[in-house]
């Protein structure tokens, strides 16, 4: 029996190291997901406070989650009861954590869309006589790749005949080139597809660490019997 148990504690040891580095990686793909976000998604010219304290909230997380699982792996490989104790109580905190912000945003995503649908419709709409709004169009067409809000047909209602340069396929502009898609269906795109893939992210990175969390409990049990056994309260 003892055979048994000893193997099926070192059998988790194992896979709770091998885990926790998964994890690891887990931990790096969210810090990549809220860098990106903050780089890539938050193209607008103007603060956008909501967007960025998701970007942060990633990045926080990611960076947590690595330090996290350095603490399992080390707990894994010294079999300390403490170092177990403080990583199953660090990964519930983060788990908390982790829920908290997917809630957030699948919650917020639709919010987020909507602003900056309506702050590039203000923008756009203010285009004609406005260069500083010229400017801010023109930067979300370039990272979207797209063209007016519904498309090109924004610029002739308006009577602007000479489309911007960023709403061309392609770096060759010439009289009847293609022309971008409307930004409203890019920004829609864009949005969803990356809140779809935070949210997976957050629960795969979720349920590794509901899994460890169960590995670290029993390990640490299994340590406190072995400290027991050979170490008997009353011994004479």
Do not use: H
């Amino acid at each position: 029996m003892g055979c048994c148990e000893t193997l099926v504690s070192g059998t988790l040891r194992i896979i709770l190291f091998a885990l926790n580095l998964c994890t690891l990686v887990a931990g790096g793909a969210v810090l990549g997901l809220g860098v990106y976000i903050l780089v890539e998604i938050n193209f607008l010219p103007e603060d956008n406070a909501m967007l960025d304290g998701i970007a942060y909230g990633l990045i926080g997380l990611g960076m947590l989650v690595a330090v996290v699982s350095l603490l399992g792996c080390l707990g894994a490989c010294m079999q300390n009861q403490w170092l177990l104790s403080f990583y199953f109580l660090f990964v519930l905190l983060l788990v908390i954590a982790e829920v908290g912000v997917g809630i957030f945003f699948a919650v917020e995503k639709d919010r987020i869309e909507a602003e900056i649908d309506k702050n590039f419709k203000e923008w756009l709409d203010e285009y004609k006589d406005n260069e500083e709004m010229q400017e801010y169009v023109n930067v979300v067409q370039g990272a979207l790749k797209c063209c007016g809000y519904n498309g090109a047909r924004d610029y002739l209602a308006m009577g602007i005949l000479n489309l911007p340069d960023t709403c061309y396929v392609g770096d060759i502009i010439k009289e009847g080139a293609l022309t971008y898609p409307g930004c409203k269906q890019r920004i829609s795109t864009e949005i969803k597809g990356k809140s779809t893939a935070t949210i997976l992210v957050i629960a795969s990175v979720a349920a590794l660490e509901v899994l460890t969390m169960l590995m670290a409990c029993y390990l640490r049990k299994k340590q406190l019997e072995d400290v027991i056994v050979n170490n008997p309260p009353y011994s004479f």
